[in-house]
């Protein structure tokens, strides 16, 4: 599987972006799919995810100002993200699970995210 992300670029402090991720097969079965992200010199941290049962989890530097949305038909993951930060500035990857035992990992190659100040 493979999953290609798209919609980074450069923001001023509070403009908003969309992040898309296309996925070349199904992923209806996939447990979950997620946004994780890596600022310079920082350890990569999950931003949102999404459960193929709707659970919906956020990173709590995130909560209220981005969205993550799941489009099983569409074989797609959004990110929508509004109010940037300069502190959102990293690389964003989108990832999937997916497996009896969650144990078929996913990630795309990352889209960069940079908010100017």
């Known amino acids: 599987v493979q999953l290609v992300e798209s919609g980074g670029g450069l923001v001023q402090t509070g403009g908003s972006l969309r992040l898309s991720c296309a996925a070349s097969e199904r992923i209806f079965s996939f447990y979950v799919m997620g946004w994780y992200r890596q600022g310079p010199g920082k350890q990569r941290e999950l931003v949102a995810s999404?459960?193929?049962?709707?659970?919906?989890k956020y990173a709590d530097s995130v909560k209220g100002r981005f969205t993550i949305s799941r489009d099983n038909d569409q074989n797609m993951v959004f990110l929508q993200m509004n109010n940037l930060k300069p502190e959102d500035t990293a690389v964003y990857y989108c990832?999937?699970?997916?497996?009896?035992?969650?144990?078929?990992?996913?990630w795309g190659q990352g889209t960069q995210v940079t908010v100017s100040s």
């Open positions: 999404a459960t193929m049962a709707g659970g919906i």
């Open positions: 990832n999937g699970e997916a497996g009896y035992f969650r144990d078929k990992i996913y």
